[in-house]
């Protein structure tokens, strides 16, 4: 009867353990901030492995600049500060896609990167490796132009890329 319990036990334990270590099977996603908003991030091709199992899974879109298409832009302002965290990754690097075919190194310290001046829509690619496999994640920003400030006596006027005006 005791023989039964202990079997039992071990079994259950054995089981929440096989369950537990197959279900975290993908890289954690990245986080990205503008100021203090953050940016949605879409996963992309992965492989990743753990104690039971390796899973390589490939995205059903042909492109990095095709997965990024399908996630909703943020709004930022031209050349402010995008910062990128990955978690207890060994590296990772970051790309900014003009098109399906066309790919260049945005300015980026290691991580962040600086939104381009020219108002449009960037699709951004990060590519990360860890212990466990290595992941791509896809964001996309929205660049608008910087609201100038014209101070005349003390009021002062906001004007943003619509025309809109705010008076303080």
């Not at 300015?107 to 699709?123: K, Q, T």
């Amino acid at each position: 009867m005791i023989l039964k319990g202990a079997f039992f036990i071990i079994t259950a334990i054995l089981l929440v353990f096989v369950l537990v270590i197959g279900v975290m099977g993908k890289p954690p996603l990245p986080t990205v901030m503008a100021g203090k908003y953050e940016i949605s991030v879409m996963q992309g091709p992965y492989c990743w492995k753990n104690l039971t199992n390796v899973a390589c899974v490939s995205s059903p879109l042909t492109s990095i600049y095709d997965i990024g298409l399908r996630s909703a832009p943020v709004e930022v302002k031209s050349g402010e500060r995008i910062y990128i965290n990955v978690k207890g990754e060994k590296m990772f690097s970051v790309d900014q896609w003009i098109s399906r075919y066309v790919v260049q190194q945005p300015e980026w310290n290691g991580s962040d990167i600086i939104a381009p001046d020219e108002p449009g829509i960037y699709i951004y690619h990060i590519h990360a490796e860890w212990e466990e496999g290595s992941g791509g994640f896809t964001f996309a920003i929205r660049v608008v132009q910087s609201a100038p400030v014209l101070i005349t006596g003390k009021i002062v006027e906001l004007v943003n890329c619509k025309g809109i005006k705010r008076f303080l």
